[in-house]
């Protein structure tokens, strides 16, 4: 079995200063306002010979962390602050790190400041393994943006996608910004549609392995797993509920491919879809009362909406020849979803009652978005020019940052909860 | 002592076993009992000899328990003498039956070898045979060239091939993964529902989709595109 988590995170001791958000700061952050100017200052080690190979690794990771939320514009640390009569006078806030290294292990002081009064905004201190040390930055990229908005960050949750490094379509997972990717699923077959549970304990997936495509159930800590659904035909694009007892599922063992509801172990609560056509991938409202599907059932492929029950089906896309693949924010405010424009495909947002219909990708083709779980982010496959790779974009298009680094086809990203 | 002779009893009560089970297969099932210690006595050399040594053994075992240690050795060379003969007896037979036994293996590898040939043969002449079909975009609608073409290949299913055949549809790499999956599956549908029309038994065929997993020709050109929409047929070996 492979080790998913270290023991990581011996320590995670708050230091005065409050983790609880702060007014002045939600005010100062809510949307349209300015970004805050940060400083990253270069972490210092507390005593003896800096590590610039680790102050570097963390100093990275908070400018990618950071930056990606598009809350902040970065100042640069640069020398002549020092001569300044106030450093850092020109931020609003700076971000020191003071490390200590051992040979088992390395102690982190994060702290977040006012730049000019110097007041603590939040800090903390993590003890962790040398391999651990990435995750204690991006927890506390999570904790500055609790601090700060009052929603905490997705960064320290992992992405489970689906490459072909090694020849065959298999399940990998790695952290959010492509560091540490492990194969957690591989068996000669192909294996599609990776879905975490809510907890992101648990992934299901359809795999060819036992000869048809069935849906099978990884517990990541344990490897146990247990074939779900295994009708005569398909058994794909399965989803957790966001409660994670059930399961939405496109099975054709009735004749074409429709949506039924199960429990996660597999049993049939409930046919959803009951029409000729080609009813698949549904996609969950955070509420778990609605359900997003795509249907042919028009002639092309369309984005609909029904409740969990079945009842009240009703088409929402009306542009587009070809719309597939759509995905619930986690706010339910927006479902996000793929047209068809030439031979490849961009991402667009719509609001679940079909209204405010909008396209937010536009280089290379871009397919498959999920949402992060703070809803902050959409992580997709894009393919521009060469390999489809996993890239990671805001809510609203901006900040495009592509994420995997193994140069294979890499697709069907899924972002879990914190790990 | 008494552990010597425990030895030697049972032994010799073994070949007793032996020997009367060897004297009754020479018995007809309508001789009566009388006929059946006759038919021992009266048989030949060998097993026998050891039959009546040792039914003799038996009875003076019985009589002389007094002065076991010289029954004792007595009783070891008549089990002895019992045990060459049942090692002679199944030396030839296990012989006998070593060479059955690779007579048959060689005629069942030979047979092998062939009926392997023979199903080459049939699945060569079956690939060739069951052609593919194809599809427009996003369609399972069976054109009249792949109705043709199923025609063609149900006669040939319904004259040459009893066996059982998977039907795999494929899409090309231009539309959703999920969606092709769904698809591919209908495509295959189309074809087995037409197979079936045309007479081929239900009991041969089924089904299965790999969307647009596997490509037949993976360049991004139309015509690449054309070949991987598509119905296949495989042989189920």
Known sequence: ?419 | MRKNLCVALSVLSLGLLLTSGCAKDQVKPDEGIASKTAAAKASGPGQNDASQQSAAQQQSAAQQQSSAQQQATAQQQSAAAQQQAADRAAAEKAAAAKAAQQQAEEKAAAERASAAKAAQKQSDALVSALKMINFEFDSFALSQQSRDILYANAEYLLKNYKGKLKLEGHCDERGSDEYNLALGENRAKAALNYLLTLGVPASQLSIISYGKERPLDPASTEEAWAKNRRVEFKEIK
């Open chain 1, 1 to 419: 079995m492979i080790r998913l988590i270290t023991v990581g995170l011996l320590l995670s001791l708050l230091l005065p200063g409050s983790a609880h958000p702060s007014e002045d700061f939600l005010r100062v952050m809510a949307a349209g306002n300015v970004a805050l100017r940060l400083v990253i200052q270069p972490p210092l080690p507390a005593s003896g010979a800096p590590d610039a190979k680790l102050a570097d690794e963390i100093a990275t990771i908070f400018k990618l962390d950071l930056g990606i939320t598009g809350l902040f514009a970065m100042v640069d640390p640069a020398p002549q602050d020092k001569a300044a009569a106030v450093p850092g006078a020109d931020a609003d806030m700076v971000l020191k790190t003071v490390y200590t290294v051992s040979p088992a292990s390395v102690t982190f002081e994060y702290r977040l400041q006012e730049s000019v009064t110097g007041r603590e905004i939040l800090a903390k201190r993590y003890s962790a393994v040398r391999q651990d040390l990435r995750k204690t930055a991006h927890t506390f990229s999570d904790d500055i943006l609790y601090a700060l908005t009052g929603e905490r960050g997705s960064f320290t949750g992992k992405l489970a996608y689906v490459s072909k490094a090694g020849g065959n379509k298999e399940i990998y997972i790695m952290d959010w910004d492509g560091f540490n990717p492990r194969k957690i699923i591989a068996n000669g077959s192909i294996n599609l549609n990776p879905d975490f549970s809510p907890s992101g304990k648990e992934l299901i997936y359809t795999s060819y392995k036992n000869g048809n495509p069935d849906l099978f159930r990884r517990e990541l800590f344990t490897g146990a797993e247990a074939n779900v659904s295994h009708s005569p035909g398909i058994n794909i694009t399965g989803a957790f509920s966001p409660e994670g007892n059930r399961i939405a599922l496109a099975m054709s063992k009735e004749g074409n491919s429709e949506i039924y509801l199960l429990t996660k172990d597999g049993k049939q609560l409930a046919r959803l879809t009951t029409n000729p056509a080609i009813d698949i991938s549904p996609s969950w409202s955070p509420d778990g009362r609605q359900i997003a599907f795509v249907s042919d059932r028009f002639g092309k492929p369309q984005i609909f909406v029904m409740s969990f029950d079945g009842s009240d089906q009703k088409r929402i896309t009306t542009a587009g020849g070809y719309n597939v693949g759509p995905r619930w924010s986690p706010k339910g405010d927006k479902i996000a979803y793929c047209r068809q424009y030439g031979n490849g495909f961009q991402i667009h947002l719509i609001n679940p009652d079909g209204s405010d219909d909008r396209q937010i990708t536009t280089e290379g083709s871009n397919e498959h978005p999920r949402w992060s779980p703070d809803g902050r982010f959409i992580v997709y496959s894009s393919k521009r020019g060469g390999k489809e790779s996993i890239y990671v974009m805001r809510n609203d298009g901006s900040g495009v940052t592509k994420i995997s680094k193994s140069g294979a086809n890499e697709t069907h990203p899924a972002w879990s909860a914190r790990w």
